[in-house]
């Protein structure tokens, strides 16, 4: 009795680690992967200015998942960019 209970076990746990685990830490590998590429093809800097790459990774960020990383993402930026533009045009002013 307890061999087939044991035998059933590893069978369950096999078919779970090729059915479920393993494909998911593929596809996050993957995933992972994809953005130290795109990392490494756009420097902080460029891609904090560019409004579409910031829109593109919020939705990346939204979509798996990590809403209030996003949601301080988003809110951190447009003050970021008020303070450039505020700096930027307190220099360009004439005194």
């Given at each position: 009795?307890?061999?087939?209970v044991?035998?059933?076990?590893v069978?369950v746990?096999?078919?779970?680690?090729?059915g479920?685990y393993?494909?998911?830490?593929?596809?996050?590998?993957r995933?992972?992967k994809?953005?130290?590429?795109?990392?490494?093809?756009?420097?902080?800097?460029?891609?904090k200015?560019?409004?579409?790459?910031v829109?593109?990774?919020?939705?990346?960020?939204?979509?798996?998942?990590a809403?209030?990383?996003?949601?301080?993402?988003g809110?951190?930026a447009?003050?970021?960019?008020?303070?450039?533009?505020?700096?930027?045009q307190?220099?360009?002013?004439?005194?």
């Open positions: 009795m307890y061999t087939v044991t035998v059933l076990s069978l746990l096999l078919a779970l680690w090729f479920l393993r494909p998911l830490i593929r596809r996050l590998d995933e992972i994809d953005v130290r590429r795109l990392l490494l093809v756009l420097p902080d800097e460029v891609s200015s560019i409004p579409s790459v829109a593109a990774g919020r939705d990346m960020l939204l979509e798996s998942g809403t209030a990383v996003a949601a301080s993402v809110a951190d447009p003050t970021a960019v008020a303070v450039g533009a505020s700096a930027a307190s220099d360009a002013s004439p005194s």
